[in-house]
């Protein structure tokens, strides 16, 4: 960062972009409009590079403003998350757990345990993020949440891990278009020429056992919404593949699922926090009752 860039400058850049506009990022900021633009003027002056485009109704970078973008969130982050880190060290009977998840993984995850938690904590809130695998890693690593809930391959040096065990992945199909003889279960060979939606992340390893038994599959879309794709196949678009958990997130009379088998295809889900990170009170017992009912509950039966 240049010389004369303090936090101040970041939390105002960083609200005007988030805000869209100077106007409702000074509301934002309890400031006046013009006392905002003068600050981010003489931002661009110490940095000699001009960060908005101008002439929008809209607020737009700069290509050397989303650079700056992209350093201040992950600034940011680290040192609101250090702040956090500080003063939520305590009983854990107060304060905010900031989650990182997948659709899938959270809506199997979070519902159940945050009930069952609000009992025990019941002062403690929540903030939870979603977005794709790689971004939810990207959060954590800036401090923004504590803890990730992700499908993707998440390196163990780096971090704390707990892995869920495996779940099939299913196809699910509009009942007007049913395709498989068994009423429970498909066989891979089965899905050839039915058109598919398939998330990105099993993509791959999808076409692959597709191939291998001697056929290209007919992928109509790549999506890695699961809600989308569930709405798709209820619009009759295609089958598409899920994990089984994911049925709970729309209840549909209409949709048929199949889980996946010859060969049986599954994932999981993996909980991660950052090895050189000390987690709030309330965190550490949000994880603790994690495992209650999700690991220590799958041991006992």
Known sequence: MAQGIGIKDMRAFFAIVEEGNISHAAQRLGIAQPALSRQMKHLEENLHVKLFERGSRRIRLTEAGQVLY?????????VDGTVREITEIGS??????????ITTSGAMILPDLIA????IYPEVTFEIWEAEGARIIELLDSRLIEIAITR????????????LPNEP?????????????????????????????????????????????????????V??????????????????MIPVSSKRLLTDGNLVYKRIVEPEMTTHTVVAWRKNQTLSSACQNFITLFKKMFIEEELVM
Request: with cysteine.
């Open 169 to 221: 992945l299913v196809m699910v199909m509009n009942a007007e278009n049913v395709c498989g003889r068994k009423a429970d279960t498909i066989r891979l060979a089965e899905l050839k020429k039915q058109p598919l939606i398939i998330p990105l992340r099993w993509k791959s390893n999808f076409v692959a056992a597709c191939k291998k038994i001697g056929f290209d599959p007919n992928i109509i879309c």
């Open 152 to 163: 993707t391959q998440v390196d163990n040096g780096n971090y704390e891990l707990l892995v």
């Open 70 to 78: 992209n350093r201040v969130e992950s600034i940011l982050g680290m």
């Open 92 to 101: 854990g009977t107060k304060g905010t757990i900031r989650i990182g998840t």
């Open 116 to 119: 069952e938690f609000r009992k």
């Open 223 to 240: 999506s890695d919404s699961i809600v989308q794709d569930l709405l798709m196949v209820k619009m009759n678009l295609g089958a598409a």
